[in-house]
């Protein structure tokens, strides 16, 4: 195997662990101090994917339903989703973001870009930030693609 390749792997890796360190321990908002981050994923998920039953969000967060049973009923009692019947099966039910959601998303979103910006901007250059930008494009389809296969 390449090993250019199992370096990208390992690289990717420890950003992916650091760098959720990091955000966590630093970025201040008040949203991260009200809210759990696997919270804030689950509210990040349905806000980028539409309604979600809960059993795709276990799946997406890679934990057991019972735990996302009890994220979503702290959740919902906040105020932040419904839980509504979907359409074409009224046993179904998908998970919905509400409009405090949608500003809880904004705003820990906000909070996030403005601590990378300026965790970035005396290290990272336009260019950089373009070829990272480009590469990541294509990782994403090419996982998407593999996804749909699967």
Known sequence: MDKR????????????????????????????????????????????????????????????????????KRLEEKGLIEIVKAEEDQR??????????????????QAVYAYIEDLFADHVKDEELDQFLTMFRKIRSILKLEGEKG
């Open 92 to 109: 179904s039910k998908l998970v919905c973001l509400t409009e405090d959601g949608q500003r809880v998303v904004t705003e820990s979103d």
């Open 5 to 72: 390749l199992i370096e990208a792997v390992e690289l990717f890796e420890d950003v992916m662990v650091f760098g959720t360190d990091r955000v966590l321990k630093n970025v201040k908002a008040d949203v991260w101090q009200e809210y759990s981050p696997e919270q804030i994923q689950v509210l990040k998920l349905v806000n980028k994917n539409g309604p979600l039953a809960g059993g795709v969000i276990a799946e997406l967060q890679g934990v057991h339903k019972s735990a996302i049973s009890n994220r979503l």
